[in-house]
């Protein structure tokens, strides 16, 4: 297989849309690149999270405004206890070790998902690197942390159902836009460009609402593989596309 999966909707090259200014990642392979080399699944998380500071980085370079990355998703739970353990243990480390250098060079983190079982060291660090970089403006990072799509939208209901209950809101108020607001990801335009790596073909719960009409970019290699030069290819590949939003293309 080709790294890029191919559009059947590729535009003229003179007629190059604007790069992404949203791109959202499913950070996917990190076990199979580990078992590939026959290393432990955790290095293949620790591996990950170097290729995320590349990406972040990369992104920060290259223009882009919003970064989302799929780090932890509510069906995680049903892994290892010894799995799961890693990944909070990563998480733990990211902050510390990059909060610093990513606060000067202007990142806004944002750590998106639901707060339900999370331990309170997790949710003093998620508060502590929201509250620090929260003016940034160069790059706005959100890490999809126990996030489910359709737990986003479930999320964003009952906010709104209470609304009404409590007689601030009608319910002929509500439309895609409220909607829009309400979702954990809604400081954030809508993704221009889902990609995922490792190969497979599709979202995994992510973004559902927010993703609906972005473009999607599935690439033939493990997430610890990614590189900048991954990233420019999906641009470049991005940048071709003729994206229609349910009308007529150009």
């Given amino acids: ?88 243990d990563l998480l733990r480390v990211f902050v510390r070790r990059d909060l610093a250098r990513l606060h000067k060079d202007g990142v806004r983190i ?30 706005t990072l959100n890490i999809a ?15 709104m159902a209470r609304a009404v209950e409590a007689g601030q809101l009608k319910s002929d108020q509500i439309d895609e836009a409220m909607v829009s607001r309400m979702v954990w990801s809604g400081e954030s335009p809508d993704p221009d460009l889902v990609i995922r790596t490792s190969g497979e073909l599709r979202l995994s719960n992510f973004l559902l609402w927010s993703g609906a009409y972005a473009e999607l970019m599935f690439m033939d290699l493990w997430w610890p593989d990614f590189t900048r030069e991954s990233l420019e290819k999906a641009i470049d590949a991005y940048r071709r596309r003729d994206r229609r939003f349910g009308g007529l293309g150009a």
């Fill in 1 to 88: 297989m080709s790294e890029l999966q191919p559009s059947s909707n590729n535009a003229d090259v003179a007629t190059l849309r604007s790069p992404p200014r949203h791109i959202a990642i499913i950070m996917d392979g990190n076990g199979r690149w580990a078992k590939a080399r026959g290393l432990p699944r955790a290095l293949g998380h620790k591996e990950g999270v170097e290729a995320l500071r590349r990406a972040v980085e990369a992104s920060r370079d290259l223009g882009v405004t919003h970064l989302s990355v799929y780090a932890f998703s509510t069906e995680n739970w049903n892994r290892p206890q010894t799995e799961i353990d890693a990944l909070f």
């Fill in 110 to 139: 944002r750590i998106i998902g639901s707060r339900i079982g999370l331990s309170d060291d997790i949710l003093s660090l998620i508060d502590e690197a929201m509250a620090k970089t929260k003016d940034n403006t160069r790059l």
């Fill in 145 to 159: 942390f126990n996030y489910g799509g359709r737990g986003e939208i479930v999320a964003a209901m009952q906010q």
